[in-house]
């Protein structure tokens, strides 16, 4: 069974994802980290985000995920790949057409054959369309901006709200307009507006739909 998790930046996915998964005993995939990673290497090497500076980089580059950790060329990143920063670069390289097909093609293999969650912008319309529940998460910006901020004050990571809002909202504008698997919900998705939930309660909701309780 795929289920499929679809929503902006800072909506809660990848906690919902991860509580989620762990409540159904499946596999948990955060294909975001994917992007997160392929900007990371080019940040460190310092290669310019374009169709052709980074087709040559994917040549020698290693991208894969299991026991909840995102491994480049070997190494566990899970750690370096959470800065602001890092997550603006990850909107601009996941907008290449040539980093969407390798990345979806990654994604499907690694999920072939289990039961598993996965979440990020075009699971639900591109990467599985035919999943077997799809669930499109968001909440305002200013909750978003908010819960990513106290994340990363969490993580001594040093920022202020009013970047990381600003972060956000052009965030969500290249996503959604991007030419390639722009951020859209699938139309058969069910919508959770996580303004005012709790992530628990939202994984109540999602693990009671599947069980057959789709009532909120």
Not at 49 to 71: R, V
Not at 80 to 94: D, V
Not at 108 to 128: C, H, M, P, S
Not at 192 to 197: E, G, R, V
Request: hydrophobic share 40%.
């Amino acid at each position: 069974m795929i289920i499929a998790i679809d929503g902006p930046s800072g909506a809660g996915k990848s906690t919902v994802a991860r509580l989620l998964s762990k409540e159904l005993g499946f596999e948990y995939i955060d294909t975001g980290a994917m992007y997160r990673a392929l900007a990371y290497k080019a940040y460190i090497q310092g290669i310019e985000i374009n169709e052709i500076e980074i087709a040559e980089m994917l040549k020698t580059t290693n991208i894969n995920y299991y026991d909840n950790q995102i491994y480049l060329d070997g190494e566990n990143v899970e750690s370096l790949i959470r800065e602001e920063a890092i997550s603006l670069a990850a909107s601009k390289i996941s907008a290449l057409k040539v980093v969407r097909e390798k990345m979806v093609e990654i994604q499907r293999k690694i999920a072939a054959n289990k039961n598993a969650v996965l979440e990020g912008r075009d699971i639900g319309t591109i990467v599985f369309p035919d999943a077997d529940y799809k669930f499109f998460i968001t909440a305002s910006v200013e909750e978003r901006a908010r819960r990513r901020y106290e994340q990363l004050k969490a993580n001594k990571l040093k920022t202020d709200y009013a970047n990381v809002l600003n972060d956000m909202i052009k965030r969500d504008k290249n996503d959604s307009t991007r030419q390639f698997s722009p951020l859209k919900m699938a139309e058969d998705a069910v919508l959770i507006d996580t303004s005012k939930m709790e992530l628990t309660e939202v994984v109540k909701y999602i693990a009671g739909y599947i069980g057959g309780n789709n009532v909120l």
